[in-house]
C-alpha cells in the first residue's frame, strides 16, 4: 500500500467520523442539524472577544475600559507619548451626564511645563491620616494615588511583587487585600493590611479573629494602616471560597487554613453584628496596634450609614478612613447579577455617604478614599470634587503590568500570569521590569491631576470643589455639580486649617517621605 493513497483519506475519514458524533450527540441542537460546520459558530463564539477587542469595536465602546482608555495606561506606564491628536473622539456633545472641568482663566498657580513635566512631583493628601482621633501613628499619606485590595492567591506572586515594587518606587501605599500579608509583599512599599470576613493571617486554629497574630503581622511589615472590608463594589454582601487545589502549601500559611482544603469566607463578619459593637472592634484593633483603622464598603441599604454618623457625631468612637468602592469596581470572580446589579456606581454612592457626614458636620474627621475606576483622571477629578482626599487605583495597575483586559481571571487562565496561580503563566511577568511600569503609571495620574488642578486654579487636587465641574445634558444644558448630588457650599472641601496647610505643602516646603505626626503638628 502506498502512502500517497492513504494520506489524503486521513482528513476525509476525521471529517466523516466528526459528522457522525454530531449526528447521535444530544446535548448540542445544533450539531446535530448542523454536523460539522455548526462548530464554526462555536469557535467564532469563543474568539469573538478577542476579534470585537482588535477589530471590531471603536476606540470608545469597549468596557470596562475603553481602547483609548487601555492606550493611555500602558503608555503612561511605558512613559511613552501619551497624548492624543485630532481632538477628543468621546461624543461629548450627544452624552447624558458627561463631566466637564472648569478652567480658570487666571490663577496664581504656575503650572509644570513639558510633556513629561510633574511624574516625580509628590502629592500628599490634604488630612492626616488618623490624626483626628490622635493614633499613634498617624500620617499624612505622601500619594493621593493609591493601589487597591488585590490578594496574593487572586493575584500571582510575581504580580504583587511587582506592584509593591512599583508601590515603593511611586511612593504610594498597597493594600494587600483580604489574603493576608505575603512575602511577596514586602519589597519595600508601604502597606494598608485589610481584614477580611475570614480574618486570613491573623485567625486562629478555628477561624476566629486573633489580636496577637494581627499585631505581629502588622510588625513583620511596613504595615501604616488596617482596613477593615465589610464589603466591595463588584460583590458586596457576597463571600467566597477558595478550592482546596487552589491552597497551596504558602498561601495556606500566609492565610492560616489547612492546605488542600476548601476555605468558605463568610458574606459578613462574626466579630460585630452592628455598628456600635463594630467601634467598639475598630477602636480596639486601633489601642492594640496604634495604627489608623478604616472601614471599605460598597453602598447600598443606607440604613448602616446613617448609624455610623449618628454613632460618631457623639466623637467618642470612631473610623479614621473610609473606602467607598463603587458597584463599577472589578474582581476575580463573581455572579453576573452582583457584578451588574448590586450596589451603587461610585458616584452615586459616595456623595450619598459623604453628603451624611456633612450634614453632621464631622467630614474633617475622616479620611474619604474613593475607589472603582478611579485611576483615570477625568473620574478621579469628579472624586475629589465630591469629597474624596484620596483614590485607589485596581484594573488600571493590572493594565500597566501587563493586563490585557482578556476578562479570564475567574479561570486561572490569565495569558499574562496576572491573575493566576499557574506558574507557567506568571513567569512570563517579570517583576523587575513591571514593577517600573507600574510605578510609571501612578506617577502620571497624579501629574494630570496636579496640572487638572492648577487649571481650575488650585494647588492640590483635594482643593477642586463642586462649583468646578458641571455635568453636560449633551450639547442642551449643563448643571452643576453641586446641584446634580446635592452638596451645599462648602462640601467636598477639607478644612479651612488642613486647606492651608497642603496649600503651604504644595506651594513651599518639600514634600519627602510620610512619617508619624506629633499631636502638636497634626
Not at 452582583?338 to 459623604?354: D, I, K, L, N
Not at 475629589?384 to 483586559?405: H, K, P, T, W
Request: glycine share 10%; hydrophobic share 40%; proline share 6%.
Amino acid at each position: 500500500m502506498k502512502w500517497s493513497y492513504v494520506l489524503p483519506a486521513v482528513p476525509a475519514v476525521g471529517v466523516a467520523a466528526l459528522a457522525a458524533y454530531d449526528l447521535i450527540q444530544k446535548p448540542h441542537a445544533l450539531l446535530r442539524n448542523y454536523p460539522v460546520l455548526g462548530h464554526m459558530r462555536y469557535l467564532l463564539e469563543e474568539i469573538g472577544p478577542e476579534i470585537r477587542q482588535y477589530i471590531v469595536t471603536s476606540n470608545d465602546e469597549e468596557r470596562p475600559f475603553s481602547r483609548n482608555q487601555r492606550r493611555w495606561i500602558y503608555a503612561s506606564s511605558k512613559l511613552q507619548n501619551n497624548y492624543y491628536g485630532f481632538g477628543t473622539d468621546n461624543n461629548m456633545e450627544y452624552t447624558q451626564g458627561y463631566p466637564i472641568i472648569k478652567h480658570r482663566t487666571f490663577s496664581t498657580i504656575s503650572p509644570a511645563t513639558g510633556q513629561h513635566a510633574g511624574e516625580e512631583d509628590a502629592i500628599p493628601a490634604a488630612k492626616v491620616l488618623g490624626g483626628p482621633r490622635n493614633r499613634t501613628k498617624a500620617f499624612r499619606p505622601r500619594s493621593i494615588v493609591n493601589i487597591s485590595a488585590m490578594s496574593f492567591g487572586s493575584m500571582s506572586a510575581n504580580a504583587i511583587e511587582a506592584i509593591n515594587r512599583g508601590a515603593a518606587a511611586a511612593g504610594c501605599m498597597h493594600n494587600t487585600g483580604e489574603g493576608g500579608l505575603s512575602p511577596h509583599h514586602k519589597n519595600g512599599g508601604d502597606l494598608t493590611l485589610q481584614i477580611g470576613t475570614a480574618y486570613f493571617g491573623c485567625r486562629d486554629e478555628k477561624g476566629r479573629f486573633d489580636i496577637e497574630k494581627l499585631k505581629d503581622v502588622a510588625a513583620s511589615g511596613p504595615v501604616k494602616a488596617i482596613e477593615i472590608k465589610l464589603s466591595q463594589g463588584a460583590k458586596p454582601g457576597l463571600g467566597g471560597m477558595l478550592p482546596g487545589a487552589k491552597v497551596s502549601p504558602e498561601i495556606a500559611a500566609i492565610r492560616g487554613i489547612p492546605e488542600g482544603v476548601d476555605c468558605a469566607s463568610p458574606s459578613r463578619h462574626a466579630e460585630f453584628h452592628d455598628v456600635d459593637s463594630m467601634l467598639d472592634w475598630v477602636e480596639f484593633i486601633a489601642a492594640e496596634t496604634g495604627l489608623p483603622v478604616g472601614i471599605k464598603s460598597a453602598v447600598g441599604n443606607m440604613d448602616f450609614w446613617d448609624e455610623l454618623v449618628a454613632q460618631m457625631a457623639t466623637n467618642q468612637r470612631g473610623v479614621d478612613f473610609i473606602t467607598v468602592d463603587g458597584g463599577e469596581g472589578g474582581t476575580g470572580a463573581a455572579p453576573l447579577i452582583f457584578s451588574e446589579s448590586v450596589a451603587f456606581p461610585f458616584r452615586v454612592g459616595f456623595s450619598e455617604v459623604y453628603r451624611r457626614f456633612a450634614a453632621a458636620g464631622i467630614t474633617d474627621n475622616v479620611t474619604f478614599i474613593g475607589s472603582g475606576k478611579l485611576g483615570l483622571p477625568d473620574n478621579a477629578v469628579v472624586a475629589f470634587a465630591l469629597g474624596a482626599d484620596m483614590v485607589n487605583v485596581g484594573r488600571e495597575i493590572m493594565l500597566s503590568i501587563g493586563c490585557i483586559q482578556a476578562q479570564k481571571c475567574h479561570t486561572d487562565a490569565c495569558p499574562t500570569g496576572i491573575t493566576t496561580q499557574n506558574q507557567w503563566l506568571a513567569r512570563g511577568l517579570d517583576p523587575t521590569l513591571k514593577s517600573v511600569r507600574a510605578a510609571n503609571y501612578v506617577k502620571t495620574p497624579r501629574r494630570d491631576l496636579l496640572k487638572v488642578s492648577e487649571a481650575c486654579g488650585v494647588a492640590h487636587p483635594g482643593l477642586i470643589s463642586a462649583d468646578d465641574l458641571d455635568i453636560l445634558n449633551g450639547c442642551e444644558s449643563r448643571t452643576p455639580l453641586r446641584s446634580v448630588y446635592g452638596y451645599e457650599t462648602g462640601w467636598g472641601q477639607p478644612s479651612v486649617v488642613d486647606s492651608a496647610e497642603i496649600t503651604r505643602l504644595m506651594t513651599g516646603a518639600s514634600h519627602g517621605e510620610s512619617a508619624p505626626v506629633s499631636a502638636t503638628a497634626r
